[in-house]
C-alpha cells in the first residue's frame, strides 16, 4: 500500500509564493516520475510539472519561470515551489507519483488527496 500525503497549500495574495509538499509512505514500491496537477471546478485535472527519478523536469507553459519541482528520493518526497503567485493559479493541487510494485514490478499511479491554493488579487 502506498500512501500520499500531500501539505502546504493555502490562501495567499497574488505576488505571493507557496511550497507545496508530497510525501509518499509505504513498502514495497520503488517510484519512478512524480508530479504535480491542478483542477478547478468544471475543468479537467491539467498538468503542472514533473520530475523524474533521475532529476528531468517538465513544466506546463503557464507555470515556466515561476514554479519550480524538486524531490528528495531518500524521503520520497516531491516539493512545488510557487513563486509570483496569480490569482489563475487558484485550483485545487495534486500529487501524483508512478510507481513500480516490488517484486511484481506492475506499475501504477498513485493520486494525493488534493490541496487547495487560493491566491487573492
Known amino acids: 500500500q502506498v500512501q500520499l500525503l500531500e501539505s502546504g497549500g493555502g490562501l495567499v495574495q497574488a505576488g505571493g509564493s507557496l511550497r507545496l509538499s508530497c510525501a509518499a509512505s509505504g513498502s514495497g514500491f520503488s517510484i519512478t516520475v512524480m508530479g504535480w496537477y491542478r483542477q478547478t471546478p468544471g475543468m479537467q485535472r491539467e498538468l503542472v510539472a514533473t520530475i523524474t527519478s533521475g532529476g528531468y523536469t517538465n513544466y506546463a507553459d503557464s507555470v515556466k519561470g515561476r514554479f519550480t519541482i524538486s524531490r528528495d528520493n531518500a524521503k520520497n518526497t516531491v516539493y512545488l515551489q510557487m513563486n509570483s503567485l496569480k490569482p489563475e493559479d487558484t485550483a485545487v493541487y495534486y500529487c501524483?507519483?508512478?510507481?513500480?510494485?516490488?517484486?511484481?514490478?506492475?506499475?501504477?499511479?498513485?493520486w494525493g488527496q488534493g490541496t487547495q491554493v487560493t491566491v487573492s488579487s
Open positions: 501524483n507519483v508512478g510507481l513500480f510494485i516490488v517484486p511484481t514490478m506492475a506499475f501504477m499511479t498513485n
